[in-house]
């Protein structure tokens, strides 16, 4: 069941105005999908453990009025309801509060929710319109069904972790948790389609994701260069295996970033580096010669890099329609003019922290725009609101149930 008519009426921009989410993921691929279904609208409740809350909370430093940094990049537009789901009375309050949801989202181990009388199977006979998503490490089947599902884990055992860092380097692992971000994302997508299919059958269904799938999926070309020509990829630094040059070079004052992958672009590249006369080199007239002879040839554009500044390459070979991009530390993206005019960075009062500033959605939707509604919620912060809103509890018996422990 829905928000009431009139409170989805209060929100009719908003493209998931009127459907309810019940969230009992944690970490960071299921928060970060239930946050960009809060940034459409939806009215996402999420469901912590009572004096603990969600694992990121206590992640720091960097802890912001006593909220972790990394929790409130992941938590906007979400109210927190803390319930002891080892106590019966917290797993049937949580009952009650799915019977008037539309989606929940899960990422405890596999088997884990059977436990607690809430996995799908236990809810779908009472609500066959809900959607359910279970987000885990390595799948609900396989050897690995039951081992944690930590995004550098997977990143190692998937082979993304094989194919990032320098060549004859150690491993490296990517700088944010992207297979959690991507499984995030695909549960996201998915759930709006499980969402869109239910509006024809009336139906809802079991949406799985797991970070392994993720990871395979977001190996693309490292993937297919292996299944399809039995090329085994290895680190390439900044560079690119299949497009010369396509890398990182180092400049006066810093990196710079250069991309020149056809031939036009090649030539504008060697124009504005003053090397021109490579232009009749046979060794370089292709972009699959220009790999054969990368070891050539990127020598001889670092040297000619080296003479001028990032700012200045950036200008000349930006003039020119070669690709080329400065590599900013994180202070230098936010101060990036063009970051300011996307408006992107949002600042909302957070109950603790105060002005709070936080990235905003990604995508524009012109009719139906996503958007930053509320901060992230302090554990438990609306518990009183939502039991006595959604379930409509009387004050004393919401006062009983804390002096218990359940909340």
Known sequence: MSPPAAEAAAAPHRVLGGIRVVDFSRVVAGPYCTMLLGDLGADVIKVEQPGVGDDCRSWGPPFVGGESAYFLGLNRNKRSLTLDLGDERGRELARRLIARADVVVESFRPGRMKQFGLACEDLRPQHPALVYCSISGFGSTGPYRDRAGYDVMVSALGGLMSITGTPDGPPVKVGVALVDVCTGLYAFSSILAALLARKTTGEGQLVEANLLATDLAVLIN????????????????????????????????????????????FAALCRELRLDHLLGDPRFASNADRVSHRDELVPLIEAAVAADTVDRWVERLGGAGVAVAPINTIDRVFADPHVVASGQVVTVDHPTVGELKLVGPAVHLEATPAG??????????HTDEILAGVLGLEQTEIARLHEAGVL
């Open 372 to 381: 930053v509604y509320s901060a992230p919620p302090t554990l438990g912060q």
């Open 222 to 265: 490292a993937a297919g260069g292996y299944l399809a020509a039995g090329q085994v990829l290895t680190p390439q630094g900044s560079g690119h295996v299949s497009i010369v040059p396509y890398q990182a070079f180092r400049a006066a004052d810093g990196f710079v970033m250069i991309g020149a992958g056809n031939d036009k672009l």
